[in-house]
């Protein structure tokens, strides 16, 4: 047969067609609706629960420093030592005066009854009475001036020792022994009480707004929350600070809130607030910056796909979503906060609706696909609460 005649039988019609592709499949999964707790973060910086300055108030030598630095010291705990021979000399000296006004007082007192017995039988004058009475009054200002000598002085001794007002951990000490120490020399050591520690941070008047509303429900009995003008009890509040380390792990202590200011900073928009947490193991040291992460106590519901399903483009986030009919629709979302693996869809997708989780790359909008259902991955870090670092500042509303 020519090759003319193969040409004209291959096309002839009724010959074998190729056959139709096969739509590709995809690992797809039904997005549901969880219950997570919203929460929002800020930056924050530790302060001890009280901090003493340590200072001289007498001039001297030190003689002792009686305590290891960088330790914990209980209060009344002797801290410094200064010489006190000079001090206790002038004590001694005003215990003196002050016996020798009291003898001037005695022998001024006897006089003036002398002089009034005299004065009754005519042989004295008044006017040596009224002397003896005003000399009376004059020793009895000594002694009085004498006692309060007497004070100073002991004042001056006590000063000499320097003793913690406070327990806690007391720094490095400015002043080795044998030192001169006066007022004027500065702060020789300090010490902060580190158990709890507190954490000041500055929040923006829509959070404080958030707050507040919480607070004003909890006074009217609506909701178990606190007021920012009546701090709640630890476990009762119902927005609880958290701190995340710097490693991103979360601290392992809650805290609660014991300070609103009660006014708005004019130049930055924010309200101070300050928030305590146990510090048994004193990990937190006063001056560090952390992250506060303030969590709602009550969980809310919220729609929640995995992160691997959500991409992103120039024109923001969005979720390939398959249809009754088996096709791909490229779907516009807004993103909340993200818990772990899990992230918060606010507006774009419903419970129970599927969207692509595996085989992204294979698939485009318009295209009818093989949807199997797939499972979600799992969280290698189990995160059930605040994300790590990374994640948005937004709350999931109720």
Known sequence: MSLCSLLILGCVPGGDAPPA?????????????????????????????????????????????????GGQVEA?????????????????????QLSAAEASLNRAQVDLARYQELAKAKN????????????????????????????KAQLNVDYTEIRAPIAGRIDLAAFDVGNLVEPASGVLATINRMDPIKVAFSIAETW?????????????????????????????????????????????????????DNKVDETTGTVLIRAQFPNPDQ???????????????EAVSAVVVPQAALLTDQGGSYVLV???????????????????????????LEAGERIV??????????????????????????????ASSGDTDTTAGD
């Not at 021979?85 to 000296?93: G, I, R």
């Open 208 to 260: 404080y707004l958030e707050l507040a509303q919480a607070g004003a429900r909890a006074r009217h009995g609506q909701d178990p929350g606190q007021a920012p003008d009546e701090p709640a009890a630890p476990g009762k509040q119902r927005f609880v600070p958290q701190i995340r380390l710097p490693d991103g792990s979360l601290y392992a202590h809650d805290g609660w809130f014991d300070f609103f």
């Open 357 to 386: 989780l595996y085989g992204i790359q294979k698939v485009r909008p318009g295209i009818q696909v093989r949807p199997e259902v797939t499972t979600p991955p799992g969280d290698p870090l189990a995160a059930t609460g605040p």
């Open 76 to 96: 009344g705990d002797l801290l410094f030592r200064i010489e006190p021979e000079q001090y206790q000399a002038s004590l001694a000296q005003a215990e003196a």
């Open 283 to 297: 990990l937190l040291l006063p001056g560090q910056f952390v992250t506060v992460v303030i969590e709602r106590r």
């Open 322 to 348: 398959v249809g009754d009919d088996d096709k791909v629709e490229s779907r516009r979302v807004k993103t909340g906060q993200r818990f772990g693996t899990r992230q918060v869809i606010e507006e774009g």
């Open 21 to 69: 592709a096969e739509p590709p499949s995809v690992g797809v999964i039904a997005v549901t609706e969880e219950r997570v707790n919203p929460y929002f973060e800020f930056v924050g910086k530790t302060r001890a629960a009280d901090t003493v300055a340590l200072r001289a108030r007498v001039t001297g030598f030190l003689l002792e420093r009686a305590f290891q630095e």
């Open 124 to 151: 004295v004058s008044q006017q040596k009475v009224d002397e003896a009475q005003a000399e009376v009054l004059v020793q009895e200002a000594a002694v009085e001036t004498a006692q309060a000598d007497i004070q």
